[in-house]
């Protein structure tokens, strides 16, 4: 089971003081956070293709790095990094080839039944999962969006500069969507 694999490999991780090699404090070292997807392709080939190391950014994750609600945690997220942990600037980073792209709802919730979620389940939501549960037509339209809900976020500070940027996850190679300097 992956539990058990993961605790029995933490345990010796932590004996034999792995973590020494990550030590860092709380600050982000480069000053930045980042929104980016949660793709599993982007874990190590992210920070491998923009030169970070543990402890020089604040990485914040969603499914397509998608914004669209100024007041939801991926928000709170990055305002915490900014006001409270020494972040000047914030950098957009989605991914050509991602599975938000073209994401279709009603598929989804296919999918959810498949594994044993009822309708009545679904129809017990606040929302209607069409207004939620979406993805993007267009990777680029999709960062200049997160971009401009961060800029126009009453609460971040007009000082700071909101990049975009789309990354293919296969070569690392970085297109820029918006300079925010």
Not at 30 to 47: S, W
Not at 88 to 94: G, H, M, Q, R
């Amino acid at each position: 089971m992956l539990l058990d694999e993961i605790l029995d490999y933490n345990k010796q991780f932590v004996e034999e003081r792995g973590y020494e090699v990550f030590e860092t404090d709380k600050f982000p070292n480069k000053r930045a956070v980042i929104f980016t997807c949660m793709d599993t392709r982007l874990i190590e080939l992210l920070p491998n293709a923009l030169n970070l190391k543990n402890g020089d950014v604040k990485m914040v994750k969603n499914a397509g790095a998608i914004l669209n609600d100024p007041y939801d945690s991926t928000m709170k997220s990055i305002l915490v990094a900014i006001h409270a942990l020494q972040a000047d600037e914030v950098i957009v980073i989605a991914h050509h080839g991602c599975g938000m792209n073209g994401f279709n709802t009603e598929e989804f919730v296919g999918l959810m039944k498949d594994k044993g979620i009822d309708q009545t389940a679904i129809n017990s939501l606040d929302k209607d999962p069409k207004e939620w549960l979406t993805g993007f037509d267009d990777v680029t339209a999709n960062v200049e969006q997160s971009v401009r809900i961060i800029e126009n976020h009453p609460l971040l500070p007009e000082d700071i500069p909101v990049h975009g940027l789309v990354i293919d996850p296969e070569t690392g190679k970085l297109d820029l969507v918006k300079k925010g300097y």
